[in-house]
């Protein structure tokens, strides 16, 4: 099992950055996939990110593409979910999920076992 910790979420103006954070406990987060996914008030939640437990293989949305980057350091048993370049669209709850070596070229939000409790992103235009 494990849990999942977000943070740095926050208010930035358009076209500014942030560093989402995701730490979880647990002897195994190496063995994990780690995603990030969103969801806007009156939406859908809406996959954004994921990060392979093996090989740091990456997956992102199309809407997210070049903009965000997703890292890892199970080290210190963290993902990271860095945005730049952010628009008013991106405003949503961000959080981070787990799942035990299931990756595809397609992830979903059924995919993934354990969720955090989510970090709140504005993004004001």
């Known amino acids: 099992q494990v849990q999942l910790v977000e943070s740095g979420g926050g208010l930035v103006q358009a076209g500014g950055s942030l560093r989402l954070s995701c730490a979880a406990s647990g002897r195994t987060f190496s063995t994990y996939t780690i995603g990030w996914f969103r969801q806007a008030p009156g939406k859908e939640r809406e996959f954004v990110a994921a990060?392979?437990?093996?090989?740091?293989?990456?997956l992102y949305a199309d809407s997210v593409k070049g903009r965000f980057t997703i890292s890892r350091d199970n080290t210190k048993n963290a993902v990271y979910l860095q945005m730049n370049s952010l628009k008013p669209e991106d405003t949503a709850v961000y959080c981070c999920?787990?799942?035990?070596?299931?990756?595809?070229?397609?992830?979903?939000?059924?995919?993934?076992?354990?969720w955090g409790q989510g970090t709140q992103v504005t993004v004001s235009s």
């Open positions: 990060i392979r437990w093996i090989g740091s293989s990456t």
């Open positions: 999920a787990a799942n035990s070596q299931i990756w595809r070229g397609r992830m979903t939000a059924r995919d993934f076992d354990y």
